[in-house]
């Protein structure tokens, strides 16, 4: 199973960007599709972007398009979210997740693998 390792999260003021980076081990990363997921306080888990294996594909829901940028390097078996025009209402713990692939839209249960979460907190 793969293991995943976010980095990147922090303290920003509204407007600003930030780089999320999520690294994988023990697994054939480029034969996973990868998604980003967050978790505000007091609320569900939801996904902010998602993308395919050959990064051809990608899925963003409406709080986030034209703001957020997922990407990956299978290379370097990484897999970034860039976060422009931040919100306070972005603040969450930002998770990467790994997965076979997802049908009509990605949902959480199509990612069997998470990391442990990394903090983005967006001040106003």
């Known amino acids: 199973q793969v293991q995943l390792v976010e980095s990147g999260g922090g303290l920003v003021q509204a407007g600003d960007s930030l780089r999320l980076s999520c690294t994988a081990s023990g697994g054939t990363f480029s034969s996973y599709a990868m998604g980003w997921f967050r978790q505000a306080p007091g609320k569900e888990r939801e996904l902010v972007a998602a993308?395919?294996?050959?990064?051809?594909?990608?899925y963003y829901p409406d709080p986030v398009k034209g703001r957020f940028t997922i990407s990956r390097d299978n290379a370097k078996n990484t897999v970034y979210l860039q976060m422009n025009s931040l919100k306070p209402e972005d603040t969450a713990v930002y998770y990467c997740a790994a997965g076979e692939g997802w049908g009509a839209t990605p949902e959480s249960a199509d990612f069997g693998s998470w990391g442990q979460g990394t903090q983005v907190t967006v001040s106003s």
């Open positions: 993308i395919s294996w050959s990064g051809y594909s990608t």
